[in-house]
C-alpha cells in the first residue's frame, strides 16, 4: 500500500501530499493510522517541533506519535535474560543517563514494567540488517530491538539524541524535564564503512584524546576510525622487533615538538574502547613514501646505507623504502605481523600514496608484497588510491581522495572503495580563507559543500555497489590539541556521518542545516569546540 512506504522525515511534506490524495481515493484501504495525515497525533508531530526533528544521521523511518516518555527516578532498563551483551549495552546506557539526571537506572533482567527501557535481541526484524534496530517510545515504556548488539548500540545513540541536550552533561542538572517524544523509528545504515581518519603521525595525540574523540564519534554512529600511524614525521607505534622505530622515529613531530607513540598495551587500550563504542581501528601504516621517520630510525632501511634526519616540516613525496633490499620486506613483514596481532578488526591500511621518488617498478613490487602479506595475516588491505596501479587482491579496499581514473581502475578490478574525496570530505581543510587552521589545497570546505554530495555520484562506473561507504581523513600538519581537532571536524563530521548511515533519497541542506542548528546545545553540553557556520540557523 502506497501510504506504508518508508519515509524520511526530509520527504514528509511532499510525501504528505502525495499521502492526502491517494487517502482520498483509497479511503476504505486506510489501515495506518500514523501515515493518515489527517489523524490527531500525525497532524499534531508535523506542528510542533520537537527532537524527532533534530536527529543526525536522519533515521530510514519515523512515526512521531505526538506523545512524551518520561525519565524518571523509577526507570529501569530491562534485558533479555542470560544475555552479557545486552547487560553491557545496558550499564552504558545507565552510564550515559546517571550524571546528569541523578537517577539510579538499575539494570534488570526481570519482567519489563511501565515506565522501564527495554533493551532486546528476541524476536527482532531481521530486514534491519547488523546494524538496524527498532526504537519504540511509547508514553508507557521504550523498547529497542536488533539483531545484533551493534543495532541496540544504535538504537541508545538515537535516544540519547532525542533526550534533551543536557544529558550530556558529567553533573547533575537540575529541573530539566527528561522527556522522549513518543514515536516508532526503524533504521539501519546506506554504507558498511562509516569512517573517519585521525593523522597522529604529523602531530601525536595521546591515548584519552582519542578516546574522547571516539565518544564523538559513536554519538553520529561512526563506526571505523582510521589511525594513520606512521609518517615522514612520525612513527606512533610500538614494533617491538624494530624498537628504534619509536625511540627515534616517535621522538618529534611537525614543528619540531616532543613526538609521542603508543605502546602496544596503549593500542589495545584504544581498541577495547573503541569496540565499547562499535567502532572498528583500522591501523595504517603508509608505504613506500611517506616512510622518513623509518627512514631516520634504521640507516639500513635505506638503499644507501645511511640513515635519515628526522623531518618536521610538512613537504610530502621524498621519502621512499629500498625496493631492492631484502631487509625492506623483513621490515614490512615484522610490522605487519604485529600490527595485525594487536588489531581485532579485519584490516590493515598499507597506505601507499604519493609516492613520488618511488620508481614505478619498485612501486608496485613493494605494494603488491605488502598487500600480500596482510591476506597472509588474515586481514584485508585497505590502500590510497594509487595502489589501483598494482594487481589488487579481491578483498583490498581501496580509498579514493584525489584521482578519480585510478578509483575507477580499481572498480574495473573489482575493488570496493571508501570514499574520501579531499574536496568534500578532507576536514582538515580551512572553511573559508578566515580560517585559522587548516590546508587549502583541495579546497575552501564550508560545512554546505561539506554536506552536499553524494558518493555514488562522484564518478562515472562508482555506483552505490562499488563503495563500502564513506571516511572523512583529518590530517594533522595543522592541529596540535583536541580542540583544534574538534573546530576541524565539527560540524562537518556529522554531515559526513549521515551522508554514510542515511538514505540518500531527498537529503537536502536546507532541511539538514535546522538539524544541525538544534546539535548546537549538544555540543556545548559535551564539551566540542565547533565552528559556528555562519550558514546555520544554530541555536
Ligand atoms: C595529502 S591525502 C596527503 C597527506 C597530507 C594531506 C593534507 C593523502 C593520501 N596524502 O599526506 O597530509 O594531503 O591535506
Not at 46 to 67: H, N, R
Not at 208 to 223: F, G, H, P, S
Not at 397 to 415: D, F, I, P, R, S
Not at 493 to 512: C, F, V
Request: with cysteine; charged share 20%.
Amino acid at each position: 500500500m502506497l501510504y506504508r512506504v518508508r519515509m524520511h522525515r526530509w520527504t514528509q511534506s511532499f510525501a504528505v501530499l502525495i499521502t492526502c490524495v491517494v487517502a482520498f481515493v483509497a479511503m476504505p484501504l486506510q489501515q495506518d493510522a500514523f501515515m493518515n495525515p489527517s489523524s490527531p497525533t500525525y497532524a499534531m508531530a508535523q506542528m510542533t517541533t520537537t527532537s524527532l526533528d533534530q536527529l543526525i544521521p536522519m533515521p530510514v523511518s519515523i512515526k512521531a506519535t505526538g506523545e512524551n516518555f518520561t525519565l524518571t527516578a523509577d526507570t529501569k532498563i530491562v534485558v533479555d535474560p542470560d544475555s552479557a551483551a545486552l547487560t553491557t549495552l545496558g550499564q552504558q546506557l545507565a552510564a550515559m543517563l546517571q550524571p546528569a539526571t541523578g537517577y539510579e537506572v538499575p539494570v534488570t533482567d526481570a519482567a519489563p514494567h511501565e515506565g522501564n527501557i527495554r533493551l532486546s535481541m528476541m524476536d527482532t526484524d531481521t530486514t534491519l540488517g547488523d546494524e538496524g534496530y527498532t526504537l519504540t517510545i511509547r508514553t508507557d515504556g521504550v523498547a529497542i530491538s536488533a539483531a545484533q548488539p551493534a543495532g541496540i548500540f544504535y538504537g541508545l545513540q538515537t535516544l540519547r539524541q532525542l533526550l534533551p541536550a543536557a544529558i550530556e552533561a558529567k553533573t547533575l542538572q537540575q529541573g530539566v524535564a527528561w522527556d522522549v517524544p513518543t514515536a516508532t523509528i526503524r533504521d539501519y545504515p546506506r554504507f558498511a564503512w562509516r569512517g573517519t581518519m585521525l593523522d597522529v603521525a604529523r602531530h601525536f595525540f595521546g591515548v584519552e584524546d582519542v578516546k574522547r574523540y571516539i565518544d564523538y564519534l559513536a554519538l553520529y554512529k561512526i563506526n571505523r576510525l582510521h589511525l594513520h600511524l606512521s609518517d615522514d614525521q612520525g612513527w606512533r607505534i610500538e614494533i617491538k622487533s624494530w624498537p628504534k622505530l619509536t625511540e627515534i622515529g616517535g621522538s618529534k613531530e611537525v614543528g619540531g615538538g616532543e613526538g609521542g607513540y603508543y605502546t602496544q598495551a596503549d593500542y589495545a587500550e584504544i581498541v577495547d574502547y573503541a569496540a565499547q563504542h562499535f567502532i572498528t581501528i583500522v591501523p595504517e601504516i603508509d608505504m613506500p613514501g611517506h616512510t622518513n621517520a623509518a627512514l631516520a630510525s634504521y640507516a639500513e632501511l635505506n638503499c644507501d646505507g645511511k640513515a635519515r634526519e628526522l623531518y618536521t616540516g610538512t613537504n610530502v613525496g621524498f621519502s621512499t623504502l629500498c625496493a631492492d633490499k631484502e631487509v625492506t620486506y623483513q621490515f614490512m613483514e615484522d610490522v605487519i605481523r604485529e600490527l595485525a596481532a594487536m588489531t581485532p578488526g579485519a584490516y590493515i591500511h598499507i597506505g601507499g600514496d604519493e609516492s613520488s621518488a618511488t620508481k614505478h617498478e619498485d612501486y608496485l613490487k613493494m605494494v603488491e608484497r605488502a598487500q600480500a602479506m596482510v591476506a597472509a595475516q588474515g586481514k584485508q588491505a585497505v590502500g590510497w588510491e594509487e595502489i589501483a596501479r598494482v594487481k589488487l587482491l579481491p578483498t583490498t579496499l581501496v580509498q579514493n581522495w584525489n584521482n578519480n581514473n585510478l578509483t575507477q581502475e580499481a572498480v574495473k578490478q573489482g575493488a570496493k572503495i571508501i570514499m574520501s574525496p579531499a574536496k568534500k570530505t578532507y576536514i582538515d581543510m580551512k572553511y573559508d580563507p578566515s580560517t585559522k587552521l587548516g590546508l587549502n589545497w583541495a579546497a575552501y570546505i564550508e560545512v554546505l559543500d561539506a554536506y552536499q554530495w553524494d558518493p555514488a555520484e562522484m564518478l562515472p562506473g562508482v555506483n552505490d555497489e562499488d563503495i563500502a561507504g564513506v571516511e572523512a581523513p583529518l590530517w594533522s600538519e595543522t592541529t596540535q590539541t583536541l580542540d583544534d581537532i574538534e573546530f576541524l571536524a565539527f560540524p562537518r563530521l556529522a554531515g559526513h556521518a549521515e551522508i554514510g548511515w542515511s538514505p540518500a533519497d531527498g537529503r537536502s541542506w536546507d532541511e539538514y542545516k535546522v538539524r544541525l542548528g538544534a546539535q548546537a546545545a549538544r555540543f556545548a553540553a559535551l564539551g566540542i569546540d565547533f565552528y559556528r557556520a555562519p550558514s546555520v540557523p544554530w541555536q
